[in-house]
């Protein structure tokens, strides 16, 4: 997966898990969930931008 790939994956979790929240309320073990998986699809972004621009730095 690129990093273009995950910001389509982020984004379209993202409009997932706004949605769920205006259906179900925050407090719904779904959102949590949802909110869940996009927080393991935001950590594999900036883990994949720092290997990806570590090189950059001195």
Known sequence: MNLKQIEQQIEQERRILNQM???HGMRD???LDQSEQLDRILDMYFQYKDR???FLTP
Do not use: C
């Open 29 to 31: 073990y779904r959102v």
């Open 52 to 54: 990806n621009t570590n």
């Open 21 to 23: 929240a205006e259906e």
